[in-house]
């Protein structure tokens, strides 16, 4: 658990940077670093396969045996059954894979290797070529190789160590693209920048560059702007899009936020959040239930039974409870030292943050990650 004054120390900092000048925290973005084109995506394929070469360390599924029958019949050898085959040397997996935008034939792509069944380590096993298929059932990229787990995973006289995740397992460079990928980079005459996040005044302004710079555009939506290909670049949309993708906007100022992270007590509180009037109440009451075991022995010759019974003891600590006043248009400076006069640990904290959300005082997005 974090300390809270490594929490409050954080919280200042991000304040004092706050109150610097304009122009000493002024800065550009590449529209290249917060845009992307339009229709330019990568693609998730996955296939179904074999891993071989375990140490006894693969499944026992049924299925997994009627595929080492199948994989077998296809590369010319028959057996009868397939329960002749020794369990726990192979495992059946999942493999998946992304294929980047323009990807050609031939390529190289990293992939990764996950059991489906009750195997226990990939951990030395092979992947046996396993075709790659995307969501319209086309074979797209075909994988095969080595599994690298980056950990082991031992047991034996029923203790156990592990020292990573080897149930999933990747190939660097494992999968071999079958086929060109093909993207296509606008329409007719124009092309769409979309930006990763929503955001009215970043779009504003990216349109407003590009329109002084190199070509007309225009906003869209909160998300989009429409560029117009000058005809010199109709035939060369590339170099059309390097210079794009290079030139720079100022950024915007986000949106007041506070993100708290539960799991770790993680509170990061950013410089516009601004705090309505509200009073903060924080106590704290221990309850401790202590339990003894005793006897009853009976007096002798009184004919009486030895009785066992418990003795419970229950003690209520309550500290006194502190009470704080936030004036209005309290800003963050305010919100730490008051927090900080009252001893708040992390856990409570994040469920004082909770309560001024809840009560409208808390002027910003509070998200719970």
């Not at 726990?88 to 990764?112: H, L, Q």
């Not at 075709?131 to 599994?147: C, D, F, S, Y």
């Not at 794009?244 to 990061?268: D, F, H, I, Q, Y």
């Amino acid at each position: 658990m974090i300390n809270a004054k490594k929490i409050i120390t954080v919280a200042l900092l991000i304040s004092f940077m706050g109150l610097l000048p304009a122009d000493a925290i002024e800065t550009k973005v590449r529209i290249m670093d917060i845009a992307h084109i339009s229709g330019v995506r990568e693609n998730q394929v996955v296939g179904y396969g074999i891993v071989a070469g375990l140490p006894g360390t693969g499944d026992n599924s049924r299925s997994t045996q009627i595929t080492n029958k199948m994989l077998l019949r296809n590369l010319g050898t028959v057996i009868e059954q397939e329960n002749y085959i020794q369990k726990g040397d192979s495992a059946a997996v999942i493999v998946t894979a992304t294929i980047p935008p323009f990807a050609k034939n031939g390529d190289k792509i990293d992939c990764t290797v996950s059991t489906i069944a009750d195997g226990k380590s990939l951990e030395g096993g092979v992947l046996i070529q396993t075709i790659l298929k995307a969501p319209n059932g086309e074979a797209v990229a075909v994988a095969q190789g080595p599994v690298s787990v980056g950990g082991i995973n031992k047991a034996a006289g029923g203790s156990s160590a592990r020292t990573a995740i080897t149930t999933t397992g990747r190939i660097p460079g494992g999968a071999i693209v079958e086929r060109d990928i093909y993207t296509e980079i606008g329409d007719e005459n124009s092309i769409t920048l979309c930006i990763d996040k929503s955001d009215y005044t970043m779009v504003s302004r990216i349109a407003r560059t590009i329109n002084n710079s190199v070509a007309p555009a225009s906003a869209i939506d909160g998300s989009s702007v429409k560029v117009m290909i000058p005809a010199k670049f109709l035939n060369d949309r590339v170099t059309f899009l390097s210079v794009l993708e290079n030139l720079e906007v100022s950024p915007t100022l986000e949106r007041a936020k506070v993100v708290v992270n539960e799991r770790t007590g993680t509170v990061v509180i950013g410089a516009d959040v601004k705090l309505l009037p509200a009073a903060v109440a924080h106590g704290n009451i221990t309850v401790t239930v202590s339990t003894s075991n005793d006897v009853s022995q009976p007096n002798p010759f009184s004919q009486g039974a030895t009785l066992g019974f418990e003795n419970s003891d229950i003690e209520i600590n309550k500290t006194p409870a502190s009470l704080i006043n936030m004036p209005a248009n309290s800003n963050l400076n305010d919100l730490v030292r008051a927090l900080n006069s009252i001893g708040v640990a992390p856990v409570d904290l994040i469920s004082i943050l909770q309560a001024l959300k809840k009560s409208g005082s808390l002027q910003a997005d509070l998200i719970i990650i």
